[in-house]
């Protein structure tokens, strides 16, 4: 049952061609784009100056490691950027049958709560291929880059950044798919459409001038209410220790444990919360 809620949402989803180009492939393209045009603009201020001053050794730098670029690409992902297009797409899944009123047609031909969870499941598969395509469209703006600047390609990566780019990966995922979980509440608790996409990033802008506003409060950022209030603190002190290695570099102790702690909270909360209320909804004019 929850697996053919899963293939119809996917198949929904897949028709909206335009949902798909926003969510997945929109800001990878605008990055690649945006990255060439700086290129561009570098190679022909270093041919004006080459021109200009011959004498002058222009070092353009050395070798292009494709596997630290991926390691980069992946640490960069739950940009604010890729949350707001990624919530075009997602929005649209969660609030679709509430606009377009089709809830009591399809509600009769599943449970209600496999409904909504097999939304949630495409929406982990969508993300997980928007970051399959931001690697790789890090990984071709890198290539175009060095070949406008002349500077070699290579490829390594050991252990430990293999190690890094796993748990950027893993954690940027979770990190976009907990976002979208505010979007899904603000669906069922609103039925709209325009709720789902503006309420999550209103909670954003109020949870960002909050974490400017801790020393204010009293709070530190490792303090259990500063990383429960802010899951974006919490994703923030989970890449920190990531990029530390195992000891947590400047992280002090115990404080991973209450990011972890965060982020399922604000994962799990919302998608209970939204199966909770979905359950006892009228549809009947939905």
Not at 84 to 113: C, H, K, M, P, Q
Not at 142 to 152: G, N, Q, S, T
Not at 171 to 188: D, E, K, N, P, Y
């Amino acid at each position: 049952m929850l697996a053919d809620a899963i293939l119809s949402e996917a198949y929904r989803f897949a028709r909206n061609r335009m949902a798909v180009f926003w969510t997945v492939l929109f800001v990878p393209i605008l990055f690649l784009v945006f990255g060439t045009l700086v290129a561009l603009f570098t190679k022909a201020r270093m041919a004006e100056i080459a021109s200009q001053m011959p004498q002058v050794d222009l070092d353009v730098g050395g070798p292009v490691n494709l596997g630290l670029s991926l390691v980069k690409s992946a640490a960069d992902f739950a940009n604010p950027i890729v949350l707001l297009f990624v919530l075009i797409g997602v929005a649209t899944l969660y609030a679709g049958d509430y606009r377009w009123e089709t809830w009591r047609l399809t509600s009769a031909r599943n449970t209600r709560a496999n409904l909504l969870l097999g939304k949630v499941g495409v929406v982990k598969v969508v993300i997980l291929l928007a970051l399959a395509v931001w690697l790789i469209g890090g990984l071709a703006g890198d290539v175009i880059k060095a070949a406008m600047l002349a500077r070699p390609v290579t490829f390594s990566m050991d252990g430990g950044d293999a190690a890094q780019f796993l748990g950027f990966s893993v954690l940027m995922w979770l990190r976009v798919i907990q976002f979208t979980m505010i979007g899904l509440l603000a669906a069922v608790v609103t039925r709209s459409l325009l709720a789902a996409l503006f309420v999550p990033l209103v909670v954003a802008i109020g949870q960002f001038f909050l974490m400017q506003a801790l020393p204010i409060l009293g709070l530190e950022p490792g303090d259990w209410l500063s990383q429960l209030m802010l899951p974006g603190l919490a994703a923030d002190t989970l890449k920190a220790l990531i990029e530390g290695g195992p000891t947590g570099a400047s992280i002090p102790d115990g404080v991973g444990i209450k990011a972890v702690v965060s982020l399922v909270v604000w994962t799990v909360g919302p998608l209970a919360a939204s199966i909770a209320l979905f359950q006892r909804q009228d549809l009947s004019k939905e």
